[in-house]
């Protein structure tokens, strides 16, 4: 059975970090790429960071360049999402997904690419 739990999600001041983490089971998560996506209150979800198969490629959208920063361990089979320098244009719902690549170039921001999601963990940056 697949699952996938995401976690670290909570309540952080503006200008603060979180690290949010996603444990995968249930599949070969070193053939998958893994997406970290958030969606904010009457927005789309949209793709905050996304890691290759093997962790060597990364892909950041333009608002996270910089801040936010996306490793893997397929031992473990987690996933980390480091958020730096939070503000509340960041508060959302982050879901982290799977979907199947595994070559280097394989980081895909597109969310219908994705085959399997986590429930999401709530981050709310106040000011």
């Known amino acids: 059975q697949v699952q996938i739990v995401e976690s670290g999600g909570g309540l952080v001041q503006s200008g603060g970090s979180l690290t949010l983490s996603c444990e995968c089971s249930?599949?070969?998560?070193?053939?998958?790429?893994i997406g970290w996506f958030r969606q904010a209150p009457g927005k789309e979800r949209e793709a905050v960071s996304s890691?290759?198969?093997?962790?060597?490629?990364?892909y950041y959208p333009g608002t996270a360049l910089g801040r936010f920063i996306i490793t893997r361990d397929n031992v473990l089979k987690k996933i980390y999402l480091r958020m730096n320098d939070l503000t509340s244009e960041d508060t959302g719902i982050y879901y982290c997904?799977?979907?199947?690549?595994?070559?280097?170039?394989?980081?895909?921001?597109?969310?219908?690419?994705?085959?399997?999601w986590g429930q999401g963990t709530r981050v709310t940056v106040s000011t």
């Open positions: 249930g599949f070969t998560m070193e053939n998958y790429v």
């Open positions: 890691i290759s198969a093997t962790g060597k490629s990364q």
């Open positions: 997904a799977a979907g199947r690549g595994i070559k280097d170039s394989d980081v895909v921001p597109q969310r219908n690419y994705y085959d399997y």
